[in-house]
């Protein structure tokens, strides 16, 4: 059989693979490639080593990117798995109206992240302008906390679903048992429940952390890194390293940003598969 | 169930309904000013109900539809994700037939190379798949797709071969005995058993290529086409008098299809959405 489907191969495989050499494969290569070396376009390229990533740890946009980000990724992370967790334990009770809150939560998830950031922006800027405020354009803090905010509202409904699910996998006997035993309901919920949901917990903390690393048009529509770059996320840095910055040597240095981007990338989803594989042995 | 507990529930409803109801305040914020007339929309009135003198039914609606390029760019984001969509769909399950069904060196090294793509960040490739997609002329709205099938493989291939190993080898054998060649197998007898994978895969890729704003961008030839996401950027990005009215009526547009596809699938979109999380 596997003999027959062999001869097969154009068909089945020759497609999705050419597209994915065009789409994928060359350009991944030709762009490590290009991190080391100085080019306006790709045909252009002259060899400098390891320059382009000298100057793009020099650069202080890209190491103070580096820290917005990652301080948006923490506090997004901590904020919308806690609330998305409650909200899961709130779902679970049997309460009335449980799918309507459901239907309501996950659907700005649905919404672009353009369409999303506009509209937040419109919201933002309303509600500073009535508290006589500056506006997000105006004040790094406030474009911080919008991001934050907007996150949060897109983030938590899909999260809740991962967690409704794993709550719903608890044994209803393991409940009973501990109350039985005399355990309160919170030190049950510590005791049992969050330990049987570990699993849900690891992929939504990995889900939220990655998702925040690579935030890219919530940042462009809402806030657009203004002002003055302050608050201005990894990609966006990279972007713009890209796009609108005079000189020739900018693009080699963006795609070197790139490369410490993705590496960056990398790292946390092998410390995602080490952890998920760890949980799984323990179970 | 205790009484306590039933009046507890009771509470939690009530609060729940409160804040269901502030989640869908800022779209709920977006329509109510899309309703009003042009001086009437400024962020200190943004926050009032439309009333007698601000009240300007459809007329934003209807500038939207009719101005602008609206409805050229609709029709650009559909069919770029209707087209991107059912080629992801035929193509990726095809190969991940193959490379589930032949084991080789070869084939191992696709399937690990799909997942590898997955990890990637889009700023990695963004600047030579441009060049890329410039020099094969891949950069109108009838051919986006190739790249879309490219840099879209990685999910629905590892999506589509995970369901694979557990469909039983025999059936095909079967059919194979009975003399199927290899593409009437898998039109006869795996693709009508992929159906509910095709929907998750489907809806993820879909939802996906709606609301992708940096690709399209990028690769598209902006001064002839621009899709739903690129639209609504570029109506922030330019300078001078910006049209609220139209503007707000335009993000509406861009929601109702979302909104009422989801309301009427949400079952498919919740299992599809969470299936590509739980396995990634």
């Known amino acids: 059989m596997e003999k027959a489907i062999k001869k097969y191969w154009p068909i089945f495989v020759l497609p999705t693979l050419t597209a994915f050499i065009i789409g994928f494969i060359v350009p991944f290569a030709e762009g490590l490639y290009l991190s080391f070396c100085k080019f306006t376009t790709v045909n252009k390229a002259t060899w400098v080593g390891l320059g382009n990533y000298v100057r793009a740890f020099a650069d202080n946009t890209f190491k103070y990117s580096f820290w917005f980000t990652a301080a948006f990724a923490v506090v997004a992370t901590i904020l919308i798995n806690i609330l998305a967790f409650a909200v899961a334990l709130l779902l679970t009770r049997k309460l009335k109206g449980s799918h309507f809150f459901r239907t309501v939560f996950f659907m700005p998830n649905l919404i672009g992240g353009i369409v999303l950031g506009y509209i937040w922006q419109i919201l933002l800027n309303s509600l500073l302008s009535l508290l006589g405020r500056p506006l997000l354009a105006l004040d790094a803090a406030a474009g911080y906390w919008g991001l934050i905010i907007l996150m949060c509202w897109q983030q938590i409904g899909y999260m809740m679903i991962i967690y409704i699910a794993g709550l719903q996998s608890v044994p209803d006997e393991l409940l009973e048992a501990a109350t039985v035993d005399g355990a309160s309901p919170w030190k049950a919920l510590w005791k049992v429940r969050i330990p049987m949901v570990m699993p849900s917990i690891t992929i939504c903390l990995f889900l939220t952390v990655t998702n925040s690393f690579k935030l890219f048009d919530q940042n462009l529509a809402l806030t657009g890194g203004e002002p003055a770059h302050s608050s201005e996320m990894l990609a966006l840095n990279i972007y713009n390293t890209f796009y609108s910055r005079a000189g020739a040597q900018w693009k080699g240095i963006g795609q070197a940003k790139a490369v410490i981007f993705f590496l960056l990338v990398v790292i946390i989803s092998l410390l995602q598969l080490r952890a998920t594989r760890s949980k799984e042995v323990q179970q | ?280």
């Open chain 2, 1 to 280: 169930m205790t009484k306590r507990s039933i009046r507890a529930n009771r509470i939690w409803s009530v609060v729940l309904t409160i804040v269901s109801l502030a989640y869908m305040y800022p779209v709920f914020m977006i329509l109510m000013n899309s309703l009003k007339i042009e001086t009437a929309i400024t962020t200190n009135s943004a926050f009032k109900l439309p009333n007698s003198d601000t009240f300007a039914g459809v007329d934003n609606f209807v500038n939207a539809i009719s101005s602008k390029g609206f409805l050229q760019s609709f029709g650009y984001s559909a069919f770029i994700t209707v087209s991107s969509v059912l080629l992801i769909l035929l193509c990726t399950s095809m190969l991940a037939w193959y490379i589930t069904r032949v084991k080789n060196f070869f084939t191992k090294s696709i399937y690990y190379l799909c997942i590898f793509s997955m990890v990637v960040p889009f700023q990695m490739v963004m600047f030579t798949l441009v060049s890329t997609a410039d020099s094969l002329g891949l950069t109108n709205p009838w051919n986006i797709c190739v790249i879309y099938l490219g840099f879209g493989a990685g999910l629905a291939v590892f999506m589509f071969a995970g369901f694979m190993k557990s469909v039983p080898l025999e059936i095909e054998e079967a059919a194979m005995i009975d003399g199927c060649n290899p593409l009437q197998t898998y039109f006869k007898i795996i693709f009508p058993m992929l159906r509910p994978t095709m929907i998750s895969v489907g809806i993820l890729e879909a939802m996906w290529v709606w609301n992708d704003f940096l690709l399209p961008y990028l690769v598209l030839d902006r001064t002839k086409y621009m899709t739903i996401p690129m639209l609504i950027q570029y109506f922030r990005g330019s300078y001078g008098r910006v049209e609220m009215g139209p503007m707000m009526a335009s993000i509406m547009l861009t929601i109702f299809p979302i909104v009422i596809v989801y309301l009427f699938s949400q079952k498919y979109i919740i299992k599809g959405v969470t299936a590509g999380a739980v396995k990634g």
